[in-house]
Structures are given as structure tokens and as C-alpha cells.
């Protein structure tokens, strides 16, 4: 090996010692999600990475023509530095995400509650309960049988809606035929 590619070696493998060290500290951020010290530490390993491939390409580039299974575990070698890069600029990316979800769905905001409006047969109210109400029917996390509790709760006492409603026993196939019947029934798409 000519002392250039010895030199390059050298060079290489400090760079390598250096990156081994900040991903391990960085998998230690990472897991106790200190954003500050992760991103201050993935910065670093970028550079750490972007050096090390072109110190490999420089020394793989000399090492081409000569003996192949050392070639070939240089080749190898690089591949496992730069998986383990990409593996931790994955983890980085799902704890930058994380934490922007969380900041963006904890709002300082405080809002009042929304109520259920209450649908009293009028027609012309349908087009705005429906519209309220189809976020409840539409919700994969509420079972029907909650569903058509909160259907019953959204109808003013003693509207035909209501008492059409309450004819259907409370079940989950039961909610399916309510909501037809009070579509059929009300939903008129021209008002």
C-alpha cells in the first residue's frame, strides 16, 4: 500500500473512531429524547459521514486493482457506517417529527367544548346537525353502540326524530337502521 492510501487509512479510521463515539452518544439523546444535545450531535455526525465517504472513495478507488477480499471488506465496512448513519438520521427524523406533533397538538389555546346540536325535525337544521354529527359516525375509535347513545343525545325530547329513534332498541345494527331511517326521513338535498 503507498503512503498516500496509508495516510488517507489513518485519517479515515480517526474519522471512523469519532463517528463510532458521537453515534453512540447520539442513540443515547435519541433514547431519553434530548432534542438539543441529539441535533447538536447529529450535525456532527453528518460532517463525521460525509468525510469518511470521501476518504472511502478515495482509498477504494487506489485498492481497486489489488487483492479483492480486501477490497471487498473495505466495501463492506463503508456500508456499515453508512447504514448506521441512516439509521440514526431515521430515529433523528421520528424524534424531530415527535416532537413538532406534540408542540403543534398542544395548544395554549383553551376552547370551550363543542356542543352537539339538537335536531328537532326541522328540515333546514339537518344539513347543519348531520354535518356536526357525521364526525361521531364517522369515528373509527366509538364503538356503534356509543355512537347511537350520542345519535339519541343529539335529538330534541319529543321531535318525531327522537321518537323514531327511540323505537330502534340500543345495538350496533340497530344504530346502522336509525341513521338510514332518519336520512331517509330528513335529509332533504335541496334546502
Given at each position: ?35 438539543s444535545s441529539a441535533i447538536i450531535e447529529y450535525?456532527?455526525l453528518k460532517e463525521c459521514t460525509e468525510k ?87 369515528s373509527n375509535t366509538l364503538q356503534p353502540e ?46
Amino acid at each position: 500500500m503507498d503512503s498516500k492510501v496509508d495516510s488517507k487509512t489513518k485519517e479515515r479510521d480517526q474519522m471512523r473512531r469519532q463517528f463510532t463515539r458521537t453515534s453512540k452518544k447520539l442513540e443515547d439523546y435519541i433514547k431519553n429524547t434530548e432534542i438539543s444535545s441529539a441535533i447538536i450531535e447529529y450535525e456532527y455526525l453528518k460532517e463525521c459521514t460525509e468525510k469518511i465517504k470521501m476518504l472511502d472513495n478515495v482509498i477504494a478507488e487506489k485498492m481497486i486493482d489489488g487483492d479483492e477480499h480486501v477490497y471487498n471488506e473495505e466495501c463492506d465496512q463503508s456500508a456499515n457506517f453508512r447504514k448506521i448513519y441512516l439509521t440514526l438520521k431515521y430515529k433523528m427524523d421520528k424524534l424531530i417529527q415527535s416532537k413538532f406533533t406534540k408542540e403543534t397538538t398542544t395548544s395554549n389555546l383553551n376552547l370551550p367544548k363543542i356542543e352537539l346540536l339538537k335536531f328537532d325535525d326541522d328540515p333546514r337544521k339537518w344539513i347543519a346537525f348531520w354535518g356536526q354529527f357525521k364526525k361521531i359516525h364517522e369515528s373509527n375509535t366509538l364503538q356503534p353502540e356509543d355512537k347511537f347513545q350520542y345519535l339519541l343525545q343529539g335529538l330534541k325530547e319529543g321531535s318525531k326524530a327522537k321518537m323514531l329513534v327511540s323505537s330502534f332498541p340500543s345495538s350496533a345494527a340497530n344504530y346502522i337502521k336509525a341513521i338510514e331511517e332518519l336520512k331517509d326521513r330528513f335529509a332533504k338535498e335541496e334546502i
